[in-house]
């Protein structure tokens, strides 16, 4: 009941435009990430992000997206990790966001290569020092023995660098360049509006699909 209030039977916010197929694809996203900023939702940019080996074992998690235009969807990671394995060996993902209060979801797919060594030097500097720090200490997806191993890294690495920290070579950024992306806006009675964009030689073809 209180779903088909918030919803008034078209989805919460204006719901999936009507000209939905006529739009580019990455403006709606801003729109729909603008709307997903401005409810209040906590961590917006959180998205799963879902990789696989080269013999098709899927694995998934939740990344933050940290910019995105025409040319794709960032986030950034520790080279050494498992996600990033398995992007080295088979360079494709698919990527996720759910904000549910809005009954909205988008999945976009595609191929996925490094981001520039300068791009993810800019964004390393922007972080928090902890978090530059904790990039250092962290040998993500590796078995941890004990918690106090980390502790002790961190600490090692402050000493080490105090306030200037590096760019570590084994940190940086992907970007997701999208080759299609489904918008979907809950609406009643499960009829749910389903917007497709495949990117083709000529730009972007859009398709509706039953939901
Ligand atoms: C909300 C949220 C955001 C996260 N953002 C990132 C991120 O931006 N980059 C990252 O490497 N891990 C992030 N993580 C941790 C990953 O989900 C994951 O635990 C880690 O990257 C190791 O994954 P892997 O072993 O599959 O490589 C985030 C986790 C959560 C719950």
């Known amino acids: 009941m209180i779903r088909r209030l918030l919803t008034l039977g078209r989805g919460v916010v204006t719901g999936m435009p009507e000209d939905a197929e006529q739009r580019d694809p990455l403006q709606l996203f ?4 603008a709307d997903a900023e401005n409810s209040g939702l906590l961590l917006p940019e959180a998205m799963t992000l879902a990789t696989a080996t080269d013999k098709g074992k899927p694995s998934a998690r939740m990344v933050l997206m940290k910019d995105y235009d025409e040319d794709g969807f960032v986030f950034y990671t520790n080279y050494s990790s498992r996600k990033a394995a398995e992007l080295e060996a088979n360079p494709y993902a698919a990527l996720l966001f759910h904000w549910s209060e809005l009954q909205r979801q988008v999945r976009i797919e595609g191929p996925v290569s490094r981001v520039a060594e300068e791009e993810s030097r800019e ?4 972080r928090h020092l902890g978090s530059r720090i904790g990039a250092w200490a962290s040998r993500q997806s590796e ?8 502790e002790q890294r961190v600490r090692d690495y402050e000493q080490k660098f105090s306030s200037d920290v ?7 950024g992907y970007r997701l360049k999208p080759e299609t992306i489904e918008f979907w806006q809950g609406r009643v009675s499960r009829l749910h509006d389903r917007v497709c964009f495949e990117r083709s030689d000529r730009g972007w073809k ?3 699909m039953y939901p």
């Not at 801003?30 to 990430?33: E, Q, T």
């Not at 078995?143 to 980390?150: A, D, F, N």
């Open 123 to 126: 964004y390393f500097e922007s």
């Open 143 to 150: 078995v941890l023995p004990e918690r106090v191993e980390l």
């Open 206 to 208: 859009a398709f509706r």
């Open 166 to 172: 590096p760019l570590p070579s084994f940190w940086g």
């Open 30 to 33: 801003g729109d729909w990430f």
